[in-house]
């Protein structure tokens, strides 16, 4: 019933997910060139975080909404930049 949904229901999902999925995918391209510690550790936290989360909002609020999503992304970002930060004090 939220923007999100209404975005959604309109949209191809196997489109969607393809184009996602691509982004994805080059920017983690992207970081592994760039700074390989950095995005070594943020390939190795979106791997936990992720399944982590979704378990978590499926067992305990049957299913994602457009506010777990956001906290999801804000919370996945912090964590992230701390992990990059402490991948490059520890490599320096």
């Known amino acids: ?3 999100a949904y209404m975005f959604s229901e309109s949209s191809d999902r196997k489109t969607v ?3 996602l999925a691509a982004e994805m995918i080059l920017c983690l391209m ?3 060139i760039l700074s390989p510690p950095c995005g070594g550790a943020i390939l190795a936290i979106l791997a936990v975080l992720w399944p982590v989360y979704r378990h978590f909002c499926t067992r ?3 299913g994602v909404t457009g506010d777990l999503a956001g906290f999801a ?3 996945t970002e912090t964590i992230v930049i701390f ?3 402490v991948a490059g004090l520890i490599l320096r």
């Open 17 to 19: 997910r393809f184009v």
């Open 83 to 85: 992990a990059c930060v």
């Open 73 to 75: 992304i804000t919370g």
């Open 60 to 62: 305990t609020f049957g």
């Open 1 to 3: 019933s939220g923007l």
């Open 30 to 32: 992207g970081m592994m």
